[in-house]
């Protein structure tokens, strides 16, 4: 309910909210295409079943986000991301926040520490689904959370502050994620 709150004070407007909402509906009302033996395939399932899990769901079944899915939980944060959306989370793997230094994951899952937390994951949601066609020309996004990220295309990479995209575009029903390889700190 919080990141809806900043939402609503983030320059997104309600126009632009309540048109992504049309192209959603349209989206889902739209019958589906026929399907062939190619849309059968394990690769074509997977992508099938991803968009059909919200931004949590698909992170969890990734299996490489479990301290990430913590985090959301310790922070309150599972039915915003579980919502409507659109969302694009720049989601940090197990491994970049075992990166943090000892004791700091430990210390923000306390429950004294919830607001830090939030501020710290909320940095990593912008509002709408962009996804990394469009973040590649973009040198800033706004976060949930008010606060700006930098981001650039180098040596062919996506950077979003010091974090590196290692996986883009995985898809959910209500966003996208981008894997990062770091822990974004506001």
Not at 21 to 36: E, G, K, R, S
Not at 113 to 125: R, S
Not at 160 to 185: C, R
Request: proline share 6%; with cysteine.
């Amino acid at each position: 309910m919080k990141v809806l709150k900043m939402m609503k004070n983030s320059k997104v407007s309600a126009a632009a909210v309540a048109a992504a909402a049309c192209l959603a509906a349209a989206w889902c009302v739209l019958p589906p295409p026929q399907q062939t033996a190619a849309a059968e395939t394990p690769a074509a399932n997977a992508a099938s079943q991803a968009k059909d899990k919200d931004i949590v769901d698909t992170a969890v079944s990734a299996g490489s986000f479990k301290t990430l899915a913590a985090a959301l939980k310790a922070a309150g944060l599972v039915e915003t991301l579980k919502g409507e959306g659109p969302f694009t989370v720049f989601a940090p793997t197990d491994e970049a926040f075992a990166k943090l230094p000892a004791g700091t994951l430990e210390d923000l899952l306390k429950p004294g520490n919830k607001e830090k937390l939030t501020e710290i994951l909320t940095y990593h949601v912008v509002a709408g689904r962009h996804p990394a066609k469009e973040v590649t020309g973009m040198t800033s996004a706004k976060t949930v959370n008010g606060k700006p990220l930098k981001l650039k295309v180098e040596d062919g990479k996506v950077r979003v502050n010091d974090a590196t995209v290692t996986k883009a575009d995985v898809a959910a029903s209500n966003g996208v994620i981008h894997v990062i390889d770091t822990v974004l700190l506001p």
